[in-house]
């Protein structure tokens, strides 16, 4: 059976509030390389445990900005990152465009725009991502309060919650699919009283027991 998702969420808010002043911060505080990072992160978690993906491009660290595509991909490898190969090129290929300066392109996206009309812009910009990864990566340097992060996790959830059938959870994520279930996920979480970003936050413990990013 379902979790009690209000209850859930209730019992971790602070918790979630945390995490997501965390995102906030990483954008309001942080530098241009570690905007990167959290780029390459998103780009790295496609058929990945997120985990490992996060501590691969953490070993990342001073390679990132300069290293060429087959050293990166060796670290990946060795940090368990499948299709290390392909990652290590999406990485090369997105430091040409974004990095250096990382916060100021981003910013240029962003401004005057809503966060989906901004996502959408990532997902056909940056090497590697649809509008999953694009989605992830505007929460996860906080600007998520509109979009949805609709990986297999999150559609399971959905799905248990009744939000659509069991066999909807398994299809392919077109862009014109994946809107519709992100507008469906929205309303969900109206009536649910939590917020979008949150409720991934909630999803996500529901399944793992933890927070992550």
Not at 76 to 104: C, M, Q, W
Request: aromatic share 10%.
């Amino acid at each position: 059976m379902p979790h009690n998702l209000k209850d859930v969420y209730l019992s971790i808010k602070t918790a979630i509030d945390d995490r997501l002043g965390e995102f906030r911060a990483l954008w309001e505080n942080g530098t241009d390389a570690d905007v990167f990072r959290e780029m390459c992160f998103c780009t790295c978690t496609p058929q990945n445990n997120a985990h490992k993906a996060w501590d691969a491009v953490c070993a990342l660290d001073g390679l990132i900005e300069t290293a060429q595509a087959d050293r990166i991909a060796a670290v990946l490898r060795e940090g368990g990152v499948r299709f290390h190969r392909n990652k290590a090129r999406y990485i090369t290929a997105n430091r040409e465009s974004f990095f250096p300066d990382a916060k100021a392109r981003i910013a240029a996206i962003l401004k005057d725009r809503t966060q989906r009309e901004a996502r959408d812009i990532l997902a056909e910009r940056v090497y590697g991502w649809g509008l999953k990864e694009a989605s992830h990566f505007l929460r996860n340097i906080g600007f998520g309060s509109e979009v949805c992060i609709l990986d297999r996790h999150i559609l399971r959830q959905l799905s248990l919650h009744g939000v659509f059938s069991q066999e909807t959870s398994t299809v392919c994520l077109t862009k014109s699919v994946y809107r519709d279930v992100e507008a469906r996920m929205a309303l969900f979480a109206a009536q649910e009283g939590i917020p979008v970003d949150a409720l991934d936050l909630t999803f996500w413990f529901a399944e793992k027991g933890a927070l992550f990013k």
